[in-house]
């Protein structure tokens, strides 16, 4: 199969990290696999797919530039998205399947007209917005009416897509590559208790300020504790009250390392969808504490880890201490934890995607001709409220 997968940016890491191993497995089985981008960036991790960028540096600096001068004009604020749109359309390659990563590229995947739409969703994207009545979040939700086929990655995206929606979408679920991810047994140069976490504090609705407010408690309970935060790039800001090391873009060695070396993982998450660091300690044996919404699919309250809700700064903080003074509870999650992630593998991940790739292949492509998606949402201000989005042929 020839299988393309259209990325606007690579500006994620869990997603992207999915995507890359998702691609890089299909290349080894056999298949012709593309991964459109925006624009030339550093590539991330290791690409066996062949990369297609839709700009240049010169083209990206000229969007860019127009896209300030309008923004000075106060021509519309979401110009730049279309320009965007018209980039990816142009530059797709002939494919069997195209994938659409992310709400954006649902567009430039149905407008290429190039191989069967699908939408790999790995979040319920619309919530990550503060106001939900902005034009953006109405346009997030109209790219879901679209006629693709869909699957996601988690319980909680599955159900939130069936109760808008109406759709009622296969979970594929990320895997976990058990070769990197299980039990190092090493060692801390400090006697300290390490509670570990995401830093990634650029999206509110990671939770790590709350985290950052739950460890004040815990610090205050419990001197013999050290506090260490890891992510792909730098905090987007400094925290004052709790001492914590942050470490930078870390290999997936040595963030198994770190799992390893920790005696709690904490994910502070509003909402996920199939987060990674919870279910990659599980398998480094690292006892978890984990807020609920998208980690459903592996976290079980008290049976393999410790479920709060989010946003409730106590009750963390509670969960905290109380594993790292339940010797008892700890050692039984540092065993049920490695039992659970060994049901998460990356084959069995590309197996159903491959499964579904071929039954959409031997089923007659759909026709998009005069498909009509009417609006059943607020619409944006100033727009026509019969308007209907139509995909031309």
């Known amino acids: 199969m020839k299988i393309n997968f259209t990325m606007s940016a690579l500006d994620g890491f869990g997603g992207m990290r999915t995507t890359n191993i998702i691609s ?10 593309t991964v459109t981008l925006l624009k030339p960036q550093p590539l991330l991790f290791n690409w066996k797919a062949r990369i297609i960028f839709a700009e240049d540096f010169w083209r990206s600096a000229r969007r860019k530039l127009s896209h300030m001068t309008n923004l000075l004009l106060k021509v519309h ?21 195209n994938v659409a990563q992310g709400w ?7 407008r290429s007209k190039k191989g069967i739409p699908f939408h790999h969703l790995q979040h319920f994207e619309e919530v990550i917005f503060y106001n939900q009545y902005d034009e953006l979040v109405q346009l997030v939700r109209e790219s879901m009416y679209l006629p693709l086929h869909r699957t996601t990655n988690s319980i909680w995206c599955q159900m939130q897509m069936k109760k808008r929606y109406g759709y009622d979408l296969p979970i ?21 208790k390490r509670v570990v976490c995401l830093g990634k504090d650029m999206m509110r609705w990671k939770g790590f300020e709350d985290v950052i407010q739950s460890m004040k408690i815990v610090m205050e309970k419990e001197d013999n504790v050290e506090f260490v935060a890891f992510g792909a790039i730098p905090l987007a800001r400094t925290y004052s009250g709790v001492p914590f090391k942050f470490m930078c873009n870390l290999t997936n060695d040595q963030l198994a390392e770190l799992y390893s070396s920790a005696d709690i993982l904490v994910c502070p998450s509003w909402y996920e969808s199939f987060p990674g660091p919870p279910i990659e300690a599980m398998a480094c044996g690292t006892p978890v504490v984990t807020t609920r919404y998208g980690t459903e ?5 008290e049976k393999n880890s410790l479920v709060v809700m989010p946003r409730d700064i ?27 992630a060994k049901r998460f593998t990356w084959d069995k991940t590309v197996d159903k995607f ?14 998009f001709e005069d498909t009509k998606i009417h609006l059943t949402r607020p619409v944006p201000k100033g727009f026509d409220e019969n308007v209907q989005l139509v995909v031309k042929k």
């Open 314 to 340: 106590n009750g963390m903080a509670e969960a905290i201490l109380r594993l790292l003074s339940d010797a008892d509870l700890a050692e039984k999650f540092k065993k049920t934890g490695p039992q659970t």
């Open 354 to 367: 491959e499964k579904l790739f071929r039954m959409a292949l031997e089923e007659r492509k759909p026709s």
């Open 104 to 110: 954006v590229t649902v567009f430039p995947v149905l």
């Open 77 to 97: 604020k979401y110009h730049n998205i279309y320009t965007v749109i018209d980039s990816l359309t142009d530059a797709i390659p002939e494919c069997d399947i």
């Open 172 to 192: 594929i679920n990320p895997g976990i590559d058990h070769t990197v991810f299980y039990p190092r047994g090493v060692g801390k140069k400090s006697h300290k």
């Open 24 to 33: 890089n497995k299909l290349v080894e089985r056999g298949h012709e696999v």
């Open 297 to 301: 699919d592996y976290a079980q309250h």
